[in-house]
């Protein structure tokens, strides 16, 4: 059974950072591209950033292009979201998924992710 399991969410001032961590178990992690997603009440879910399994190559929405990095380490099956000058436009839950299938690199469309967490709440105050 797949689990995928984030943290690092919180309460944080304009113009500071957090980093969100995602574990997955229950697959081979380093097989699998993973990407983040953020959601708000009432609006669908969107693509924020993803990594190619091996975390070379990597994909960001422009509204966080400069300011998130995303990275992985494939000995601990963890990824990471870096965020800095976070504004209160960022406030969201945000996901961490797995592809849906190893070896495979898909776009920041949700629809392209199999496996889910429960997301962690990011909310930025001004």
């Known amino acids: 059974q797949v689990q995928v399991v984030e943290s690092g969410g919180g309460l944080v001032q304009a113009g500071g950072s957090l980093r969100l961590s995602c574990t997955a178990s229950?697959?081979?992690?380093?097989?699998?591209?993973m990407g983040w997603f953020r959601q708000t009440p009432g609006k669908e879910r969107e693509g924020v950033s993803r990594?190619?399994?091996?975390?070379?190559?990597?994909r960001y929405a422009d509204f966080v292009k400069g300011r998130f990095t995303i990275s992985r380490d494939n000995a601990k099956n963890t990824l990471y979201l870096q965020m800095n000058n976070l504004t209160p436009e960022d406030t969201a839950m945000y996901y961490c998924?797995?592809?849906?299938?190893?070896?495979?690199?898909?776009?920041?469309?949700?629809?392209?992710?199999?496996?889910w967490g429960q997301g962690t709440q990011v909310t930025v105050s001004s």
């Open positions: 229950g697959l081979r992690f380093g097989d699998y591209a």
């Open positions: 998924a797995a592809s849906g299938s190893p070896g495979v690199t898909p776009t920041l469309q949700p629809t392209e992710y199999k496996y």
């Open positions: 990594i190619n399994n091996g975390g070379i190559f990597t």
